[in-house]
């Protein structure tokens, strides 16, 4: 059995999670699997040249659903457990399959999508560790939060999870050529498909509504240096989705 750790650096509490597996650095670990197809192609740095995910994105990708970086890239049923040393979504992800069974969950099936069929990771994991300890791990980060009103990793995920539907609202709208602040209701289409059932369907449609009826699309936005000044919405405050949420019952209310 494998044994999981997650740390923050405390110098540096915006960084990335350390993900450790069996007491080293996950990086590191993939690092140097990687080394010699990086080798072979003339270009040793680029093994192992990942970032850390955020807190909030670990404790999503680790659970097995889609985090922010996935709803990016097209890689349906794997998640991006590390991410280009650059951040950019997409950009040069580590993807995995991850199962979570009641008394294991397992890491398999490693992919570096922009080197496929090239890099195996073949011989690479699977990474097998016992459940109980695995959810522990993860509960201890979700303790974690940078103050007293910041969102839980689960809240954060719902608003990325929104302004994804906020977006697809205002540009299904504009689409139709539906001008902004008409009368017109949308028939509000299936959510994307790394979306795991709900909350995350529903916060999605709450998000496509809401930013049907009042965002900008990204035509609109294109055109605009600052879209404020020209009444246009491009989302919504995060503290406001959050009382949407909550109004909605989509999460619990958080009282002192
Ligand atoms: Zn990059």
């Given at each position: 059995m494998d044994t999981l750790k997650l740390q923050r650096d405390k110098d540096h509490p915006d960084d990335g999670l350390r993900i450790c597996v069996n007491g080293v650095s996950f990086r590191e670990i993939v690092r140097k699997h990687e080394a010699a197809f990086a080798q072979a192609e003339g270009s040793?740095?680029?093994?192992?040249?990942y970032s850390e995910l955020s807190p909030p994105s670990v404790a999503t990708s680790l659970r097995g659903k889609p985090n922010e970086h996935d709803l990016e890239?097209?890689?349906?049923?794997r998640i991006t457990l590390l991410e280009c040393e650059c951040g950019a979504p997409g950009c040069w992800p580590l993807l995995m399959t991850i199962s979570i069974g009641p008394s294991r969950v397992v890491w398999s099936d490693f992919e570096q999508p922009h080197r496929r069929g090239k890099w195996s990771y073949n011989g690479f994991g699977p990474f097998t560790f016992d459940s109980a300890e695995y959810e522990q791990a993860l509960r201890n980060i979700e303790d974690?939060?940078?103050?007293?009103s910041a969102p839980s990793p689960s809240e954060h995920w719902l608003v990325v999870v929104f302004h994804r539907g906020f977006r697809d609202g205002a540009n299904g709208r504009d689409r139709l050529e539906i001008p902004l602040g008409g009368s017109v209701e949308p028939t509000v289409p299936s959510p994307p498909r790394n979306l795991h059932a709900d909350p995350d369907h529903d916060t999605w449609r709450l998000g496509y509504l809401t930013g049907w009826r009042m965002g900008a699309s990204d035509r609109q936005l294109s055109g605009v240096d600052e879209p404020g000044a020209c009444g246009l919405i491009r989302e919504v405050g995060e503290r406001m989705v959050l009382d949407l949420l909550r109004n909605s019952g989509l999460i619990g209310d958080r009282r002192p």
């Open positions: 040793p740095n680029v093994a192992g040249a890239n097209d890689q349906l049923g974690i939060r940078l103050g007293p």
